[in-house]
């Protein structure tokens, strides 16, 4: 019996490891995918598509337009090479990625290219799979033995489910939402960062049994619902 409990935890502990490596592994691919254009000068049009017969959809100005793209380009009918534009990116504090959609084009020989840099790999997790550059060391962890479905946000009436077992953990607080008080709950994402898997009503979580962190997430939730004025 003890041995087939062992075995039991050691598979629930390589699907668990499967399952970060796998989001790990999506998300360095992803990155790995883009490169940074800067361009050479102002007043450089971008196109619908990879060619000047494509209507344009922008210029860039006073050079503060940067862009990451496919490092894949396509060819024109004149052999020229273009650059897919996946996000615009606010280069004074490069605080702002827009994802585009549907993509722009830009002429290859009107951009310098560079690899990301560490801010634009961290910007682009945090909006492309909700990853925040937040370590997960000291904040409240927990995990629940029955599956726990989520809405992907506040707003949305998409769910998913998220196995049990999942290691959680509490961040940021209670907020509410057309009169629904809703919680935003996170798993750790490496040891440097956090994801947000999505948003679940303050009701619905109050009444799940959370095990051995029973205490410390009563208390979480008490402090919580008192910040958002609940009580």
């Given at each position: 019996?003890?041995?087939?409990?062992?075995?039991?935890?050691?598979?629930?502990?390589?699907?668990?490891?499967?399952?970060?490596?796998?989001?790990?592994?999506?998300?360095?691919?992803?990155?790995?995918?883009?490169?940074?254009?800067?361009?050479?000068?102002?007043?450089?049009?971008?196109?619908?598509?990879?060619?000047?017969?494509?209507?344009?959809?922008?210029?860039?100005?006073?050079?503060?337009?940067?862009?990451?793209?496919?490092?894949?380009?396509?060819?024109?009918?004149?052999?020229?090479?273009?650059?897919?534009?996946?996000?615009?990116?606010?280069?004074?504090?490069?605080?702002?990625?827009?994802?585009?959609?549907?993509?722009?084009?830009?002429?290859?020989?009107?951009?310098?290219?560079?690899?990301?840099?560490?801010?634009?790999?961290?910007?682009?997790?945090?909006?492309?799979?909700?990853?925040?550059?937040?370590?997960?060391?000291?904040?409240?962890?927990?995990?629940?033995?029955?599956?726990?479905?989520?809405?992907?946000?506040?707003?949305?009436?998409?769910?998913v489910e998220i196995p049990a077992n999942t290691?959680?953990?509490l961040f940021s607080g209670i907020f509410r939402?057309?009169?629904?008080?809703?919680?935003?709950?996170?798993?750790?994402?490496?040891?440097?960062?956090?994801?947000?898997?999505?948003?679940?009503?303050?009701?619905?979580?109050?009444?799940?049994?959370?095990?051995?962190?029973?205490?410390?997430?009563?208390e979480w939730l008490e402090a919580g619902k008192?910040?958002?004025?609940?009580?």
């Open positions: 019996m003890k041995k087939l409990l062992f075995l039991l935890l050691a598979l629930a502990l390589c699907t668990a490891s499967a399952q970060a490596s796998s989001l790990e592994e999506e998300v360095n691919a992803y990155l790995s995918g883009l490169v940074r254009l800067n361009p050479k000068k102002d007043g450089i049009h971008l196109r619908s598509g990879p060619g000047t017969t494509f209507e344009s959809v922008g210029q860039t100005y006073e050079g503060r337009l940067s862009f990451l793209a496919s490092p894949d380009m396509v060819k024109d009918a004149e052999g020229k090479n273009w650059y897919k534009i996946i996000y615009t990116v606010e280069r004074q504090e490069d605080t702002g990625y827009f994802e585009q959609d549907p993509s722009p084009y830009v002429r290859s020989d009107l951009v310098r290219v560079a690899p990301l840099s560490d801010l634009d790999r961290k910007r682009v997790a945090a909006s492309k799979f909700r990853i925040l550059d937040i370590s997960p060391a000291n904040l409240l962890k927990f995990s629940l033995e029955q599956p726990l479905v989520l809405l992907q946000s506040y707003s949305s009436q998409s769910k290691p959680l953990l939402y057309e009169d629904t008080a809703f919680l935003p709950v996170f798993s750790p994402y490496g040891t440097t960062g956090i994801r947000r898997l999505g948003d679940i009503p303050l009701e619905a979580f109050e009444a799940l049994s959370f095990g051995e962190a029973e205490g410390r997430v009563r008192h910040t958002a004025g609940l009580k």
